[in-house]
């Protein structure tokens, strides 16, 4: 079983940045691939960055690339989100997830546990 917990959401103006993180508890984090995804009022969840286990393999939704980073601490059980140049529609809900199947996939169904979710709010 694996805990996730999201920190480092608010509220912040067009063309600003936050950093997102995401602890994990266990003791198998390095065997998982992670990934960022989020949610806004009445849309699906839509995926925005993956990372593998190692770090070495890494993907973005096309919305996101060039403007956001993921990375990983194995050694802080962490992962984050670095989100530069924010725009009103990145506004959602964003979820870290564990895949302990280490995937790296974009379809949030085969993550097997979420955090509980941060909210971002960008205002123009």
């Known amino acids: 079983q694996v805990q996730l917990v999201e920190s480092g959401g608010g509220l912040v103006q067009a063309v600003g940045s936050l950093r997102l993180s995401c602890a994990a508890s266990g003791r198998t984090f390095s065997n998982y691939a992670m990934g960022w995804f989020r949610q806004a009022p009445g849309k699906e969840r839509e995926f925005v960055a993956a990372?593998?286990?190692?770090?070495?393999?890494?993907y973005y939704a096309d919305s996101v690339k060039g403007r956001f980073t993921i990375s990983r601490d194995n050694a802080k059980n962490t992962v984050y989100l670095q989100m530069n140049s924010l725009k009103p529609e990145d506004t959602a809900v964003y979820y870290c997830?564990?895949?302990?199947?280490?995937?790296?996939?974009?379809?949030?169904?085969?993550?097997?546990?979420w955090g509980q979710g941060t909210q971002v709010t960008v205002s123009s």
């Open positions: 997830a564990a895949d302990r199947l280490g995937r790296n996939s974009k379809r949030f169904n085969e993550y097997d546990y």
């Open positions: 990372v593998s286990w190692g770090g070495r393999n890494i």
